[in-house]
């Protein structure tokens, strides 16, 4: 893999231009495949550009916690796997995978669009957990919105296994049933490169950004709502610029969530 | 369903702060002994301690960064600190702050002053009433600045958010915006929303936000917060001028 300068990036971006000749509001090529891993009660394979993530869920039978007795439990886990990228170590998620998992998960469980007490089978004692795991295969940026789109494709996609008279997994079995989702959110990443403002980030653009914002958005009702963000890199931003970031990812949030329809 | 507790009664919150008052603060420098800068922060029933070594070799050596110092944050929470004991160590959630905080810090600090070292701030909230990662920012903050480590301003940090408004029946009229969710608002709050600011840019260096809302809320939720940033601003100048004060004194004594 090339490294570049990010002085080279600013210099590119003070023209008004990108590397990859794209407009500062344009996404590369968007690639959402579902049902890529039978194995797995749903899955996808999501491709933005170079960046590719899948996604498994897996679901099982568990204890609710105690503060949620009621309703099922559903957790994103990203993993940075070596293959993805020189600068990926083999073992427990550092920093960075935490980061995208709790930003995706966070925007899923923020907007309430998944009925988690429809994912209760016995309340205080047994509840669906929902476990989506989503693993970055090539690294060329943009990991947040990709491991985002995987996410709910996957979840999209899942079929609820069989449960036999105690209530316990039958071990291989799909029925017709899905996780009960009433939108989709979506998260939408826009970095700042000096005083440019853009969407989708490849790596090059990842690695010399000052600052990026993560918006969650779904819609209900014809509005747009926001659900989740989350401020990353080591520079600040102003609220004029978080203003137009909000715009922006209200807008690609759209197109993003009409790939998933 | 249960009664909605009704939060705003005569234009007031339910522990009788105003929409835009930040709870009781209080904050100290210079607390710990080890250390080469430490600061107390609370908030409220939250309290967090912040102390700083270095700057200070770096291990693991490859690490190191040739032309500026870097910056480690460590947050934790006391398995004590809140109703329900707390699992001790890292967790995913102790992760993802001690990253939001150092790149929080960041854009302050002179790091291109001390070369080829380690900067470690580590962060123990030991009573956790909400907004844990604003209280832990404002010492960490404060610490640098008591450890003697140049930078370009303070941070400080607020959240803000948003709860239901009910007339005496229990039946929601509305939302309201207020700064510095805690106590019996949190469990019913709808939104957080932590940001910390850089006054003198104008700048948010941290912002995270749960919860739904729509942009024109949200840009009234955030002036909540910036204003409650401001209060907290002035709190932790206050609190470096009274240490150098008396040390000051003591020295002319």
Redesign the interface.
């Given at each position: 893999m090339i490294s570049l300068d990010p002085g080279v990036i600013r210099e590119i971006t003070l023209k008004g231009k990108r590397i990859d000749h794209r407009k500062f509001d344009e996404y590369r090529k968007v690639v959402v495949e579902s049902g890529v891993v039978p194995m797995a009660e749903g899955s996808a394979r999501v491709r933005l550009g170079d960046t590719e993530v899948v996604a498994g869920v897996k679901m099982g039978v568990g204890k609710p916690f105690?503060d949620t007795s009621g309703e099922g439990v559903l957790i994103v886990a990203a993993e940075f796997v070596p293959l993805a990228s020189p600068d990926f170590e083999a073992g427990p998620p550092g920093?960075a995978a935490?980061?995208v998992?709790?930003v995706v998960d966070?925007a899923i469980r923020?907007?309430?669009l998944v009925d988690f007490s429809a994912l209760c089978i016995k309340e205080k004692e047994k509840v669906w957990m929902v476990n989506v795991d989503v693993n970055v295969m090539n690294h060329d940026g943009n990991l947040i919105d990709a491991v985002g789109i995987a996410a709910i494709a996957a979840i999209l996609d899942a079929r609820l296994p069989e449960l036999d008279e105690n209530d316990e997994v039958v071990i291989g079995t799909k029925t017709e049933k899905k996780i009960p989702i009433s939108g989709i959110p979506v998260s939408t990443t826009i970095v700042k490169i000096g005083n440019a403002l853009m969407v989708d980030p490849n790596i090059h653009e990842t690695e010399a950004m000052d600052a990026r914002?993560t918006v969650g958005t779904f819609e209900k009702d014809g509005?747009?709502?926001?659900?989740?963000?989350?401020?990353?890199?080591?520079?600040?931003?102003?609220?004029e610029e978080?203003?137009k970031i909000?715009?922006m990812a209200?807008e690609k949030g759209k197109e993003i969530r009409n790939l998933l329809k | 369903m249960e009664k909605q507790l009704q939060l705003v009664k005569n234009g007031k919150r339910i522990d009788g702060r105003a929409f835009d008052e930040v709870r009781p603060l209080e904050a100290r420098v210079g607390v710990l002994k080890n250390t080469e800068g430490s600061a107390m922060f609370r908030i409220g029933n939250t309290l967090a301690i912040a102390g700083v070594y270095g700057p200070r070799k770096v291990f693991p050596k490859h690490q190191e960064m040739s032309e500026q110092a870097i910056l480690r944050v460590k947050y934790n929470m006391s398995p004590f600190a809140t109703t329900e004991r707390g699992r001790p160590g890292i967790s995913r959630r102790s992760t993802e702050i001690s990253m939001v905080i150092r790149e929080a810090l960041v854009p302050v600090v002179f790091l291109e002053e001390f070369p080829k070292t380690a900067i470690d701030v580590h962060i123990e909230v030991l009573q956790a009433d909400a907004s844990t990662r604003c209280a832990g920012l404002n010492a960490a903050a404060l610490a640098l600045a008591d450890a003697g480590i140049p930078m370009r301003d303070i941070v400080a940090s607020c959240s803000a958010g948003k709860i239901p408004v009910t007339d005496s029946e229990g039946n929601r009229t509305g939302m309201q915006a207020v700064v510095d969710i805690a106590g019996k608002e949190d469990t019913e709050g709808e939104l957080d929303l932590p940001i910390a600011y850089y006054k003198k840019t104008n700048e948010l260096t941290l912002l995270q936000m749960d919860g739904i809302t729509k942009k024109k809320e949200f840009l009234d939720i955030i002036k909540m917060a910036v204003k409650g940033c401001e209060d907290i601003y002035q709190v932790q100048r206050s609190a470096l001028k009274h240490k150098y004060m008396m040390e000051t004194e003591e020295a002319l004594r």
């Open positions: 105690a920093e935490v980061e998992s709790r966070r923020e907007s309430k914002v509005d747009i709502h926001l659900c989740s963000m989350q401020k990353g890199g080591n520079s600040g931003i102003t609220m978080l203003e909000v715009d209200t | -």
